[in-house]
């Protein structure tokens, strides 16, 4: 083996124990944290320095994006006039594997001026962060990766699998779902994934429909000529109401038991009566997880009051990458 491949391995490895370390040690100081996160009416501010600053600015925007209003602040523009952006209702969430980070410590009368809680995420509550600290989420002793132990790797790997659970824990205790994460992640492949059906389905001329009681054949041609012939139909009734659907594939069949004049048999007598139907509400990967379960490529979407308003087609969502 390649001697550099062994020496990835083992750094792998020593943060991948660094981690299962924290898992190990969360207790009920973790559950606290949760309890004053959820409580605070302000926002959570990170912050740290070097590389465990970069580990806060990530910890803070996962934490923004999951329904908990937070912002980072660096520690060194925090003493020079920044920490105007800390007020009472927030708290400071503090990441410094030393907890000896100058900077930090700097801040720390100043904040518990305003009477905003501290939370530090640190190596040893017996540190100077972890002694002025409101709750400490203690990594416990880690010895960093790599050549000599000096560049962090091992601690800030801790510190953001602790921050994303954190985070994450957080967002439970908020019911922070689906709907929430379609707000806040618009763009992308995730606001892609999260799209209501109301957005993609296909309607009015789109979206073929014909009266209960018309014939097989003017079923058909509405297929037919409908555009980007999605090959199906829905029936409604006169007030609009989803009584059916009907296919090619329902067609093929028809054709294979020996299918009499299309022109003499009527479109109630061959639909599919009460079909799988879908809300505008839905969510775009969620009705593509319907779709998979059905083995169907269409579904008709109706209102509140079952009333045909559109077709939803599964081309439109793979056009899209959904899924």
Known sequence: MDPRIQRARDVIAREADAVRQVADRLGAEFCRVIELVLARKGRVVTAGMGKAGIIAMKVSATLASTGTPSIFLHPAEAIHGDLGRIEEGDLLLAFSKSGETQELLVMLPHVKAAAVPIISVTQSRDSTLGRHSDIVLELGPIDEAGPYGLAPSASTTAMLALGDALALVVQEGRNFGPQDFARFHPGGDLGR????????MRR???????QSGVTLLSAIEVMTR???????????????????????????RLIERGLADPRSVQIDDV???NPRRISDETFALESLGLMRQFAVDQLPVVDTNGRLIGLLDVQDLLDLKIG
Do not use: W
Not at 226 to 252: C, M, N, Q, Y
């Open 193 to 200: 994934r999260l799209m209501r059906v109301g957005e993609l």
């Open 204 to 210: 009015n001329e789109r979206n073929p429909q014909v």
């Open 271 to 273: 639909m599919t009566k």
């Open 226 to 252: 409908t555009p980007g012939r999605p090959g199906a139909t829905s029936i409604v009734a006169k007030s609009g109401e989803l009584l059916g659907f009907f296919t090619d594939g329902d067609l093929r």
